[in-house]
């Protein structure tokens, strides 16, 4: 449909119109003709002219004047006003006829296509003839129209209205060379006579593979309708799709593949379609093509995963396309159920062989190559960690990544590592010998603890305890360890002396290094501080003195005279765990172990967020209790008691336990978690459902009617019961459109309008509904739309004429660019015969809901951790509602924001046939609290309650929020949630959706 804006002003009147088209000149008839034709399309009625036309008009032999005629034809009202047809349309009949015998081609082309839009059998009847005789036509632009001509003919008026056409049609089929004809013809066979079709493809099967791809598409087409109810053809139909799947057309290969998955489960069917969808996959360029393809193997998958497993090298090549989406894509259908014992070697090489490439110099200035090889690392994590001999050729490739400065590859690393330490006892002494030997070139606090945790409860042989002491105390050096602020005041004693520095021609002060203190979220929604330690030109200059005598200071010294309590606390826990398993160690490196935890002590105690009573400075103490009992030195009965508590629960296998809860719940919740199913939507039968033995089914064909329909269809039509069924379908639909419609004028307006938003992914389709609610006719009745927001308008609503009490539903498609909350507003304007200007009345707003534009998705606490730290935009709102009940509050949140729980996959009953994808129901927030067992103990237990929740926009817009709701005494719930995204509009809009629906709840039950 073309909208052809035309500025009518003071419309001509029809004695104009009609003076101008009795011109002798064509080109005059033609200029008349046309603004006739515009000034129709725009709701003008000129009925008088029709007379004049077929006068003065139809003789024409202009092949401009005879275009403009097909056009007014077809927009011409053709009947009275009580429905029945013109009589002028009688001799319409005959000019038409002469058009469908002319001698020019095109005007015999641009006839029959006219008539393929004529719905009125009076005036098609006399022309039937003269159409079929155009079947024979020399020319092959009068033959494909008049084949779609005939097809709408009968598709209109039924089979008996011109009986010989499917004869005639399969006539001109068996001679036809044109393709764009002989797929117009077959598509009238398909439609109209299934068995003429299904003959004449299996009499040309063997040439099917030589003809165009515009009819082998239609090929197929046929080959999906009846598979079904001419089960007896089914395989030599197969046998023409299996030759079609090495098609060089992408169209056919692909619909090829769809119908191999759909017709058949055989597996070389299913490997066949397969083949298919990854030749697409490598050798098609555009990432959309790619995306959709990744989409059907991802639906193969789910039910024919033996099938596929061979296939998985194949699809692993698209890894070479740059865009992250498709090999995110990739890995979701590759890793999981795909990778069994059979190929692990081969998928942990190329993932082997994917990661150096990313170091290379070329890949280093790719944008997102980190992003990329972040995810191969939790790639080859989910392979390896159930196969420890593919773990160990990758371990220490992984391991030089525990340098880089970027902490989230780092931490991925470190996890990884701390599975294998934890899962295969020979892999622990060439892990952790390697840490020990790398501690001083590790940048990233996090991953220092994490390595410390590690020697303390994992280092067992005595070498290895000594190579661990050593290259930590080694790593500290030069003692003492004094902070940072003490080491400034010392060096800049006052302003005078500066001067006097300079003055002197020395050197000045250096400046000496900064600590950042930042707040971050931990694991459980709650906040803490993090130190950042960033080098100062104190730092240079002791590197570069340092380098002059063969010494380098790490970082991890760094860090801890920098400020960092919670890695200095790790420090000496580790070494005192360390010295108390090696009894053997010599006396001077256990008072350098002492002098460390000293040193520690006193920079934790006397910094100005730190002191006695700090919990890093509560540890050191324990630690230097404990080093001081072991040396012999005698203690009090209250600190032996202390120290002698603390080797008992150091001994235990406590902390293995608990690791080993954290990495099953990981495993669980892992993005790939390997040999588990595809989750398939289970099926229930009921006990009045019909039983089927297909073997015991008649072989004939079912015809057409009901040819697509299952067995339990046909049994439920039997029964009346899918019509009933049916009906309540339609029932809801309407009802849940019905809650949807907004009153956009009152009552009493002039018009009445309705509208009805209905969102179709990036696009929103506005139904207006207008009604006149006068006695008189309202011409040029027009909505003018405006947007505020990222909302785009495509198409705007037509002008419409309307008579009294006449409704007109027009349709708007308006454009979203962002998730962002978005406003329609606008007037309608129309013109009354009996007033002069034109009137106005202004509609309501028209809000658009965000909740249509956020779905559901899952993500991992380390990467929901680190897009925290990185988002920009924050968004605080504070709880003030009337729900009494925490988990009913956090129910009520998640459900009207389609937010989910961090950390926790929810695969289960996520694809339900009668829920809108991305969506959360009730059911769904109930089952996540549910096996969230740690919230789930915290609501029930605890006054204060930390969840972070996440969800994605339907543009890739990351939505994270951490909710802290805290119960005071008197029953009420407070606190805040804070909302943070990389953009500001999708933070604005989604904390005011929370700000409305958490007071639209009355005495604490959900809305």
């Known amino acids: 449909t073309v909208l052809i804006y035309y500025d009518k002003g003071v419309p001509p009147t029809s004695d104009d119109l009609g003076k101008r088209l009795e011109n002798k000149k064509d080109s005059v008839k033609a200029e008349a003709l046309e603004e006739l034709v515009l000034l129709m399309i725009n709701g003008e009625a000129y009925p008088k002219l029709l007379m004049s036309i077929i006068k003065f008009v139809v003789a024409s032999s202009d092949h401009r004047v005879k275009k403009l005629l097909m056009i007014y034809w077809e927009v011409v009202d053709k009947c009275k006003e009580n429905g029945d047809l013109k009589e002028e349309m009688i001799l319409v009949c005959n000019a038409l006829r002469n058009d469908l015998m002319h001698s020019n081609e095109y005007v015999r082309g641009s006839t029959l296509r006219l008539l393929c839009k004529m719905k009125y059998y009076r005036i098609l009847e006399p022309l039937k003839e003269a159409v079929l005789r155009n079947l024979s036509h020399r020319h092959s632009y009068v033959r494909r129209n008049a084949v779609m001509c005939v097809y709408s003919i009968v598709k209109s008026f039924g089979l008996d209205v011109m009986p010989e056409a499917p004869e005639d049609i399969e006539q001109l089929l068996l001679v036809e060379g044109d393709l764009s004809t002989k797929r117009n013809a077959f598509l009238m066979l398909l439609n109209c006579d299934q068995d003429r079709a299904i003959k004449y493809v299996l009499s040309m099967q063997d040439q099917v593979s030589t003809m165009g791809d515009i009819f082998q598409l239609s090929v197929l087409e046929l080959v999906r309708k009846v598979c079904r109810s001419s089960p007896a053809n089914k395989g030599r139909l197969l046998r023409i799709v299996f030759d079609l799947a090495a098609s060089s057309s992408t169209a056919v290969s692909y619909d090829c593949a769809s119908t191999l998955v759909s017709l058949s489960t055989s597996p070389i069917a299913i490997h066949q379609a397969t083949s298919a969808y990854v030749t697409l996959l490598t050798e098609q360029s555009d990432n959309n093509v790619k995306l959709i393809v990744l989409d059907r193997l991802q639906e193969v998958q789910?039910?024919?995963?033996?099938?596929?497993?061979?296939?998985?090298?194949?699809?692993?090549?698209?890894?070479?396309?740059?865009?992250?989406?498709?090999?995110?894509?990739?890995?979701?259908?590759?890793?999981?159920?795909?990778?069994?014992?059979?190929?692990?070697?081969?998928?942990?090489?190329?993932?082997?062989?994917?990661?150096?490439?990313?170091?290379?110099?070329?890949?280093?200035?790719?944008?997102?190559?980190?992003?990329?090889?972040?995810?191969?690392?939790?790639?080859?994590?989910?392979?390896?960690?159930q196969y420890s001999e593919q773990a160990q050729g990758v371990m220490f490739l992984l391991m030089d990544f525990l340098t880089e400065s970027d902490q989230t590859t780092a931490a991925e690393v470190i996890m990884f590592l701390r599975e294998l330490i934890a899962n295969y006892a020979n892999l622990r002494i060439p892990i952790l010998q390697r840490l020990s030997e790398t501690i001083t070139d590790i940048q990233q606090s996090r991953v220092l603890r994490g390595c410390l945790w590690l020697f303390g409860e994992y280092a067992e042989e005595t070498e290895l305890i000594e190579s661990v002491v050593e290259n930590l105390v080694a790593?500290?050096?030069?003692?003492?360890?004094?902070?940072?602020?003490?080491?400034?005041?010392?060096?800049?004693?006052?302003?005078?002396?500066?001067?006097?520095?300079?003055?002197?021609?020395?050197?000045?002060?250096?400046?000496?290094?900064?600590?950042?203190?930042?707040?971050?979220?931990?694991?459980?929604?709650?906040?803490?501080?993090?130190?950042?330690?960033?080098?100062?030109?104190?730092?240079?200059?002791?590197?570069?003195?340092?380098?002059?005598?063969?010494k380098k200071k790490s970082q991890l010294r760094s860090l801890v005279i920098g400020g960092d309590f919670l890695l200095s606390a790790m420090v000496g826990v580790s070494l005192t765990k360390l010295v108390l398993k090696k009894q053997g160690l010599g006396p001077g490196l256990k008072n350098e172990v002492l002098l460390v935890l000293v040193n520690m002590y006193k920079i934790v105690k006397g910094h100005a967020c730190g002191g006695e009573r700090c919990d890093s400075a509560l540890r050191l103490t324990q630690c230097i209790r404990l080093m001081v009992g072991?040396?012999?030195?005698?203690?009090?009965?209250?600190?032996?008691?202390?120290?002698?508590?603390?080797?008992?629960?150091?001994?235990?296998?406590?902390?293995?336990?608990?690791?080993?809860?954290?990495?099953?719940?990981?495993?669980?919740?892992?993005?790939?978690?390997?040999?588990?199913?595809?989750?398939?939507?289970?099926?229930?039968?009921?006990?009045?459902?019909?039983?089927?033995?297909?073997?015991?089914?008649?072989?004939?064909?079912?015809?057409?009617?009901?040819?697509?329909?299952?067995?339990?269809?046909?049994?439920?039509?039997?029964?009346?019961?899918?019509?009933?069924?049916?009906?309540a379908a339609d029932g809801a639909l309407f009802a849940e459109r019905l809650a949807k419609v907004q009153q956009m004028t009152g009552l009493a307006d002039p018009v009445y309008v309705e509208a009805f938003l209905q969102v179709h992914s990036f696009d929103l389709v506005l139904e207006l509904l207008m009604i006149n609610r006068t006695t008189e006719t309202l011409q040029n009745v027009l909505v003018e739309l405006s947007t505020q927001g990222d909302l785009k308008l495509v198409d705007r609503p037509t002008g419409v004429t309307l008579a009294p009490g006449?409704?007109?539903?027009?349709?708007?498609?308006?454009?979203?660019?962002?998730?962002?909350?978005?406003?329609?507003?606008?007037?309608?304007?129309?013109?009354?015969?009996?007033?002069?200007?034109?009137?106005?009345?202004?509609?309501?707003?028209?809000?658009?809901?965000?909740?249509?534009?956020?779905?559901?998705?899952?993500?991992?606490?380390?990467?929901?951790?680190?897009?925290?730290?990185?988002?920009?935009?924050?968004?605080?709102?504070?709880?003030?509602?009337?729900?009494?009940?925490?988990?009913?509050?956090?129910?009520?949140?998640?459900?009207?924001?389609?937010?989910?729980?961090?950390?926790?996959?929810?695969?289960?009953?996520?694809?339900?046939?009668?829920?809108?994808?991305?969506?959360?129901?009730?059911?769904?927030?109930?089952?996540?609290?549910?096996?969230?067992?740690?919230?789930?103990?915290?609501?029930?237990?605890?006054?204060?309650?930390?969840?972070?929740?996440?969800?994605?926009?339907?543009?890739?817009?990351?939505?994270?929020?951490?909710?802290?709701?805290?119960?005071?005494?008197?029953?009420?719930?407070?606190?805040?949630?804070?909302?943070?995204?990389?953009?500001?509009?999708?933070?604005?809009?989604?904390?005011d959706r929370i700000t409305i629906v958490q007071r639209g709840v009355q005495g604490g039950k959900q809305k």
């Open 806 to 991: 006449q409704q007109v539903m027009v349709h708007a498609s308006i454009k979203v660019a962002s998730t962002e909350t978005g406003i329609i507003f606008g007037y309608v304007t129309y013109e009354k015969k009996s007033a002069a200007d034109k009137e106005c009345t202004v509609l309501n707003e028209l809000h658009v809901d965000i909740l249509d534009y956020i779905e559901r998705a899952w993500i991992g606490e380390l990467a929901f951790r680190t897009m925290w730290s990185e988002f920009e935009w924050e968004n605080k709102i504070n709880i003030n509602t009337s729900i009494s009940e925490v988990g009913a509050f956090l129910e009520h949140i998640m459900r009207n924001t389609n937010m989910s729980i961090v950390g926790r996959s929810y695969k289960k009953g996520s694809e339900k046939k009668d829920q809108k994808k991305g969506k959360l129901t009730a059911e769904d927030v109930q089952d996540m609290l549910k096996e969230a067992v740690g919230i789930k103990t915290l609501i029930e237990t605890s006054s204060f309650v930390a969840v972070n929740l996440y969800a994605k926009s339907i543009f890739g817009e990351d939505a994270l929020a951490n909710i802290s709701i805290e119960k005071l005494p008197d029953g009420k719930l407070t606190g805040s949630v804070r909302i943070r995204s990389r953009t500001q509009g999708i933070a604005l809009s989604l904390g």
């Open 475 to 550: 790593a500290l050096k030069p003692f003492p360890l004094v902070a940072e602020e003490s080491k400034s005041e010392g060096k800049k004693s006052s302003d005078a002396a500066k001067e006097e520095a300079k003055a002197d021609g020395k050197k000045p002060t250096p400046v000496a290094a900064k600590v950042t203190t930042k707040t971050v979220v931990l694991a459980d929604g709650t906040y803490a501080t993090q130190n950042v330690y960033e080098k100062g030109a104190s730092d240079e200059t002791a590197a570069a003195d340092g380098s002059k005598d063969g």
């Open 302 to 385: 789910k039910h024919h995963r033996q099938v596929m497993e061979g296939m998985v090298m194949d699809i692993f090549r698209a890894l070479s396309c740059p865009s992250l989406d498709v090999r995110k894509k990739v890995m979701d259908i590759c890793l999981g159920s795909l990778v069994s014992p059979r190929n692990i070697k081969d998928v942990v090489a190329l993932l082997k062989k994917e990661v150096i490439k990313t170091l290379g110099y070329e890949a280093q200035g790719v944008e997102g190559n980190l992003e990329y090889r972040r995810l191969l690392i939790r790639a080859l994590h989910a392979c390896t960690g």
């Open 630 to 727: 072991n040396c012999g030195s005698p203690l009090a009965d209250s600190h032996l008691a202390a120290s002698e508590l603390m080797k008992a629960e150091w001994a235990s296998t406590q902390g293995r336990t608990q690791l080993a809860k954290v990495l099953e719940l990981a495993s669980q919740n892992s993005e790939w978690a390997l040999g588990t199913e595809a989750e398939v939507e289970e099926k229930s039968v009921g006990p009045d459902e019909c039983i089927v033995f297909r073997q015991l089914r008649e072989r004939k064909g079912g015809g057409n009617v009901g040819a697509s329909m299952e067995d339990d269809d046909d049994f439920r039509v039997a029964r009346g019961a899918s019509i009933a069924s049916q009906a």
